[in-house]
């Protein structure tokens, strides 16, 4: 696989949950760049190679937080692990608020880190598959989240039965998807669906 896929960002580690977040990503083989300061993460997402942010969030959490929600405004694709002082449920909270894909405690139980990881990456793998989807597409798998039959999607965007049979399939296809179950799975892990 192509290595810029991989590439995650860890910003503001504390010397305890550097090693363990080091030893994971290590023993996954995910190539890691390391971030001692928030400006310095910040100016780096905008060459668009970060498919994964993990990041400390000290207390108090202004300064993670407002981490959080300048990447959602600069890349609201790459999906954000935070790691928060132990028993912070406010701070949990209030960062899924913000957009964060998943909170752990740290030092992070390296099982736990290693299933938030896989699960983001193939988070962003399901995202990057939305991009070649046509326009029409992209309409016709809305309609079809919002449960139309072909004949109603053929009707509202004016288009025969058959051709929207064709857009169904292509769908299917570059997303992956076996069946309709599957479809709405992968849709929801893209962020196209409010479940």
């Known amino acids: 696989m192509n290595q810029r896929y991989h590439t995650i960002y860890y910003a503001n580690g504390d010397l305890a949950s550097t090693e363990a977040v080091q030893a994971v990503l290590e023993r996954a083989g995910v ?4 971030f001692a300061h928030t400006d310095e993460c910040l100016r780096s ?4 190679a970060c498919r994964l942010l993990v990041t ?15 990447v959602r405004q600069i890349a609201p694709w790459v999906p954000v692990i935070m790691l928060i002082e132990p028993g912070r449920i406010d701070t949990a909270v209030q960062a899924m608020k913000a957009g964060a894909t998943d909170c752990l405690e740290r030092p992070p139980q390296e099982s736990r ?12 793998q399901v995202r990057e598959r939305w991009k ?6 992209q309409a016709v798998l809305r309609l079809v ?3 139309k039959t072909n004949g109603e999607i053929a009707a509202e965007l004016h288009r ?18 076996r069946h309709i179950v599957d479809l709405v799975r992968h849709a929801a892990l893209a962020g196209l669906t409010d479940a």
């Open 132 to 137: 070649p989807l046509t326009e029409v597409e």
């Open 56 to 70: 400390n969030v000290p207390e108090p959490a202004v300064e993670g937080i407002e981490l959080l929600t300048r």
């Open 160 to 177: 025969s039965r058959r051709t929207v049979e064709v857009h169904r399939a292509n769908i299917m296809t570059k997303l992956g998807a």
């Open 145 to 147: 989240l919002d449960g």
């Open 113 to 124: 880190l290693l299933a938030a990881v896989e699960q983001a990456l193939h988070q962003t």
């Open 45 to 48: 997402f905008r060459d668009g």
């Open 31 to 34: 190539p890691v760049t390391y």
